[in-house]
C-alpha cells in the first residue's frame, strides 16, 4: 500500500494530471482534497481521454475521475484484496474507512502481486 497518497484538484487539466502522475511516479491518486475526497483517477482514465476525447487538452480531471469508490480496511488481507479488484473489475482500492472518509493509502494490483508473489 501507498501510505503517501497524491491528490489532486478535479479542476486540473488533464495535461496537470499527467504532468503529477510522472512527479509522484504514481499509477493513480485521489481526487480532492485532505477533507473532501472526490473520487480517484489513474493513468489508464488518463489514456483512455486522451484516446477518446475529440478535445482532451479542454477537459478537467472531474471530466474522467471515478466517484464510485471501492474501499478496503488497513487489515484486509493481500488475497482478499485482490479478490475484491477482481470482482468489482478495478487496479486501485482505497485503504481507510470509507464512512469516515478517512484514507489511510491505495493499494495497487502492483503492490498484490508483490505481496502474494515477492518483489
Do not use: F
Amino acid at each position: 500500500m501507498t501510505r503517501a497518497v497524491a491528490r489532486i484538484s478535479s479542476e486540473a487539466s488533464l495535461g496537470e494530471l499527467a504532468l503529477k502522475l510522472a512527479a509522484v511516479e504514481a499509477g493513480a491518486m485521489a481526487v480532492g482534497t485532505t477533507k473532501e475526497l472526490v473520487g480517484i483517477v489513474s493513468e489508464r482514465d488518463l489514456t483512455r481521454a486522451y484516446g477518446r476525447a475529440d478535445d482532451p487538452q479542454s477537459m478537467h480531471v472531474s471530466d474522467i475521475v471515478t466517484e464510485d469508490l471501492i474501499w478496503c480496511g488497513p487489515d484486509t488481507t493481500a488475497k482478499d484484496a485482490a479478490r475484491l479488484m477482481v470482482d468489482r473489475g478495478v487496479r486501485h482500492l482505497l485503504v481507510g474507512d470509507a464512512d469516515a472518509d478517512d484514507l489511510k493509502g491505495i493499494v495497487s494490483a502492483r503492490d498484490l502481486m508483490e505481496a502474494l508473489i515477492g518483489p
